[in-house]
């Protein structure tokens, strides 16, 4: 479920948004309020996942009301002007609804900040389960070194033990979070967090030296991007 409330000084356009909000079936619009500094009391004590917001109100524009807030949720930007359509996906807007907007609108912008929050979700969740014949097991993520694929099978090797499950590449990529696991090779996905050396040929996790692809060579320069960020 995705959590909302809308601002917007034009009471017959929160009138909209709550119309729309009310027809789909993931979105939970909390409240909606005309003036901007009281929407600004509410989320100090009621957080949630997105915001519908104007862009031109009187007191402060919807530009600078984003700015103001320590701690940012998901924004989707309502207004009747595209002039600030730029603005808006430069402060990482969800999406940008010019007025007057249809309800299939709508919904494709709340569909992006529910896609997100999945995402997001899934990043911070600390394990997945990992089906071992008829049973699922508890991984914890920051115990993955590395996955191999072998014929129809996969082996989960973690820091203790290893794990054999029945599942392609592409449903174990689905489970773990992009964040800190990397697919380097047609058969190899390694947990970046346990990255020890890296070469254009292979890898070292943990001890474990695995190969890089031909086709995942330029995957490399990413990966160490994202170790950058990481620490």
């Known amino acids: 479920m995705l959590t909302a409330i809308a601002i917007d000084d034009e009471p017959q356009a929160l009138d909209v948004v709550q119309a729309h909000a009310a027809k789909v079936p993931f979105l939970e619009l909390k409240a909606s309020f005309t003036n901007a500094f009281t929407a600004i009391d509410y989320l100090q004590k009621n957080p949630v996942d997105l915001i519908f917001l104007d862009i031109k109100m009187p007191d402060i524009s919807g530009i600078e009301f984003v700015k103001c807030l320590p701690q940012l949720p998901m924004v ?13 996906f430069e402060l990482d807007a ?33 394990y997945i389960f990992i089906k071992t014949g008829y049973e699922e097991e508890k991984v914890m993520l920051n115990k993955i070194l590395y996955l191999e694929a072998e014929g129809n099978y996969i082996t989960v090797v973690l820091s203790n033990k290893k794990l054999l499950t029945r599942q392609t590449m592409a449903d174990v990529l689905l489970l773990l979070p992009q964040q800190g696991f990397a697919r380097i090779h047609r058969s190899y996905i390694i947990s970046l967090n346990h990255i020890q050396k890296i070469t254009r040929q292979e890898v070292v996790v943990a001890g474990y030296k695995i190969p890089v692809g031909i086709s995942y060579e330029d995957k490399l320069t990413e ?6 960020r990481m620490h």
């Open 94 to 126: 969800i999406d940008y609804l010019l007025k007057p907007f249809s309800l299939a609108r709508f919904t494709k912008a709340c569909s992006k900040a529910m896609e997100k929050k999945r995402l997001y979700d899934k990043e911070t969740v600390p």
């Open 223 to 228: 990966i160490r991007n994202k170790l950058n």
């Open 76 to 88: 989707i930007f309502t207004t009747a002007y595209s002039k600030y359509a730029v603005q808006g």
